[in-house]
């Protein structure tokens, strides 16, 4: 089984700061993918950026990049530019590719962002 | 256009009763999956179906029990509700060709149970 630990439980930064979130997980499996989820107050899950274990290369989504290091088996969201709607609960989650997704997610704890103006 | 949608968002109860949630997803997906999130917001995976067979069932309580009527529902009845059942429950699905992920898990909007 798989773990997820993201530690921060909650940051607070500036508007236009960067800020980034960490996580590491834990895993015997080889091919897997990571996510980041944005949860806003509104409760829906927002995909913000994923990564896949075999790609070498860090995903990027606008502001939104990802620092993925396989050996050390973290996976940190790096915010760039924080705006006011970035103010949200962060999800770090974890799925085995083996199986074609059939475990579902693996969630860490989520880091709650404040973004103060 | 709704992809996943729950109904209802809001759910009050008693102890004791029974109730559903009902999901669908109009993406063509063929797998779907509940997840409950509890008061410290933490997620956990309940139940993944595929073309109507249940793919995994986590440590959840036999009073759960998921029940798809074809692809695109995947419905979650609870009987004799606890009040430690009270949490958000989340819908997703995604899609799967054999034994590759082919998209990631889109999520629908959550239901808020609380049973008192």
């Known amino acids: 089984a798989q773990t997820v630990t993201q530690s921060q439980p909650e940051m607070s930064v500036q508007e236009a700061e960067t800020v980034t979130l960490s996580c590491t997980y834990d895993?015997?499996?080889?091919?897997?993918?990571l996510f980041w989820y944005k949860q806003p107050p509104s409760r829906q899950m927002i995909l913000v950026i994923r990564?896949?274990?075999?790609?070498?290369q860090n995903a990027t989504e606008n502001r939104f990049s990802v620092n993925f290091q396989k050996a050390a088996k973290s996976f940190s969201l790096k915010i760039s530019d924080s705006q006011l709607g970035d103010t949200a609960m962060y999800f770090c989650a974890f799925m085995n590719s083996g199986g074609g997704g059939a475990d579902g997610l693996t969630f860490g704890k989520g880091t709650h962002l404040i973004i103060q103006p | 256009d709704t992809a996943v949608s729950q109904t209802p968002k809001y759910l009050v109860t008693q102890m004791g009763n029974d109730k559903s949630i009902k999901c669908e997803q109009n993406l063509g997906h063929d797998t779907m999956y509940w997840y409950k999130q509890d008061s410290k917001k933490f997620l956990k995976i309940m139940f993944s179906?595929?073309?109507?067979?249940?793919?995994i069932n986590e440590t959840v309580p036999n009073r759960f029990s998921p029940k798809s009527p074809d692809k695109a529902h995947l419905n979650l009845h609870i009987n004799s509700l606890e009040l430690g059942d009270s949490a958000v429950y989340f819908c997703?699905?995604?899609?799967?060709?054999?034994?590759?992920?082919?998209?990631?898990?889109?999520f629908g909007p959550g239901t808020r149970l609380t049973v008192l």
């Open positions: 895993t015997s499996e080889s091919n897997y993918y």
């Open positions: 997703a699905s995604s899609s799967r060709r054999g034994q590759l992920l082919d998209n990631e898990q889109f």
């Open positions: 179906y595929n073309n109507k067979e249940l793919i």
């Open positions: 990564q896949e274990a075999y790609k070498q």
